[in-house]
């Protein structure tokens, strides 16, 4: 080769070695593009998840603070005497609805929880009859508004589950709320459970309106909700069934939905693995004195809202208690201090002082021995419950609260600071 084509020859060589460079540079600042985009994606992905669970946090906030001051004034409705029977029927009306939209609250945040990894179960050894009678229970002011008819078949001999028993009540109230939305009045339901191997298999059936077979393979999807003619009129967020099955499958177990088409029924079926080990004995706790409609107690509730402060307050005096009331924080210190009660309901976001600023000064300046200290907010995820409860309170309820529920707590600790002392 002539020293003429040997210099072509390099040339091309290092042509060929420069393009080469030039495409593996380039392949380089296209991976370190992508690779940072991924990245954003990833962190824009995360920052809006965490902005949808916070807004859903707030949402929830902001619309179990209305419904509060109704659950209040029901309660004061129920405790006074009236010759006007329209008024039981218009009380039981509102209470319907306000545990409707109750529920609605716990699914929304529910769900959140589910997406994001955020559900704890609280396991233990559990019976399937108690999960099933506590369900039915709760379910039950669907099914006689709408006059249904429901057979429980609880099986012969005991079975126990290893399970968080709330997520599994609500697992099967669910069911059987969707069963009485989607089934006509008069209608007919079941709910039976029955030993299959090493697991127990619980079924809700009802004789309703069916679902098409198109919708059968996403009904538990997020968000999903099959038009069903007349019963759409019930509304509902299409977020219920998802929760569902969330819960049944961090129990080890499956849940599957069955129809034969629009107009013949419905099935849902929950498999849950049976609890293989006998379970432990229980640990018995020392006893409190039950609820008694004669102790009275001196009460503080600091509040901000005004229908939340004054239906409160009108309740527990009809209760026969002593009230005085604050509506900011640095007041509800002061109220406190001079009035020394023996309990202290307390909201959370209140202005000026919050309700961790108060708790913190109340047991920072006071003396032994402290009142019962409750919160009561609109704030109601495990975090915030984790938060209160580190603070200094004494319990954490969520509003609206059920104001026998509250009733009970107050009992509980007062008859359990009573012995205390004695």
């Known amino acids: ?36 985009h991924a990245q954003t994606l990833t962190e824009a992905s995360e920052r809006a998840s965490r902005q949808k669970e ?35 029927w218009a009380h039981d009306v509102i209470k319907r609805q306000v545990d409707h ?17 955020k559900i704890a179960l609280q396991k233990r050894a559990t019976t399937v009859s108690e999960v099933m009678l506590q369900a039915v229970e709760t379910s039950r002011p669907p099914l006689e508004a709408r006059n249904q008819y429901l057979t429980v078949v609880i099986p012969p001999k005991p079975l126990t589950v290893d399970g968080d028993p709330a997520r599994l009540v609500q697992v099967f109230s669910n069911l059987l709320n969707n069963a009485a939305k989607y089934t006509q009045e008069g209608g007919a339901i079941t709910f039976s459970a029955k030993q299959r191997g090493d697991a127990v298999v619980l079924r809700v059936t009802d004789d309703g309106f069916g679902i098409a077979a198109e919708a059968l393979p996403g009904i538990f999807d997020l968000f999903t ?23 049944v499958e961090m129990h080890g177990g499956a849940v599957t939905a069955a129809s034969p088409g ?47 402060n004054a239906s409160l307050k009108t309740l527990l005096q009809l209760m026969g208690h002593e009230v005085a009331t604050a509506f900011d924080g640095v007041s509800g210190v002061r109220l406190v201090q001079a009035d020394r009660p023996q309990i202290v309901l307390c909201d959370i976001g209140l202005p000026g002082l919050d309700g961790y600023g108060v708790i913190a000064r109340l047991r920072e300046e006071l003396a032994p021995p402290l009142p019962v200290m409750i919160a009561l907010t609109g704030y109601g995820l495990p975090e915030d419950r984790a938060r209160a409860l580190t603070a200094g309170f004494d319990h954490h309820l969520v509003k609206p609260v059920n104001p026998d529920d509250l009733l009970r707590v107050i009992t509980a600790e007062c008859a359990r600071i009573s012995k205390m002392r004695s």
């Open 1 to 36: 080769m002539n020293n003429q084509a040997q210099e072509e020859a390099a040339r091309a060589k290092r042509a060929l070695e420069g393009t080469e460079i030039t495409q593996l540079r380039e392949a380089n600042e296209n991976l370190v593009i992508a690779t940072v």
């Open 54 to 88: 916070e807004f859903l946090a707030m949402l929830a906030h902001e619309l179990r603070n209305p419904l509060a001051p109704i659950v209040n004034a029901l309660a004061v409705l129920r405790r006074v005497a009236t010759a006007e029977p329209l008024v039981p």
């Open 225 to 247: 909700q099959e038009d069903r003619s007349l019963a759409r009129a019930e509304g509902g967020l299409g977020i219920g069934l998802t929760v569902v099955r969330a819960i």
């Open 262 to 308: 629009p107009g013949e029924g419905s099935e849902f079926e929950v498999t849950l693995p049976l609890l293989q080990t006998p379970p432990s004995p229980p640990i018995h706790t020392m006893d409190v004195e039950p609820t008694s409609p004669d102790l009275r107690y001196r009460i503080a509730l600091i509040e901000d809202n005004i229908d939340v």
């Open 101 to 117: 939209m109750t529920r609605l609250l716990d699914d929304l945040l529910d769900v959140s929880r589910v997406t994001t990894g």
